[in-house]
């Protein structure tokens, strides 16, 4: 999720509340989110193959 705190864009989890990165803006919070997602699914198929 993205939270905006102190002027900055942050990445957080939702489940944790631990911080994966802070932004100047939105678009890059959102880009970092994106890397996020392909990594962690990426991850999930190379285990079954």
Do not use: C, D, N, P
């Not at 957080?12 to 100047?24: A, D, I, K, L, Q």
Request: no cysteine; hydrophobic share 35%; aromatic share 8%.
């Amino acid at each position: 999720m993205i939270r905006k705190i102190k002027g900055r864009y942050v990445v957080m989890s939702e489940t944790t509340g631990r911080v994966f990165g802070r932004y100047r803006s939105k678009a890059a919070a959102e880009k970092r989110l994106r890397q996020m997602e392909i990594f962690k699914h990426l991850g999930k198929r190379r285990r079954s193959v």
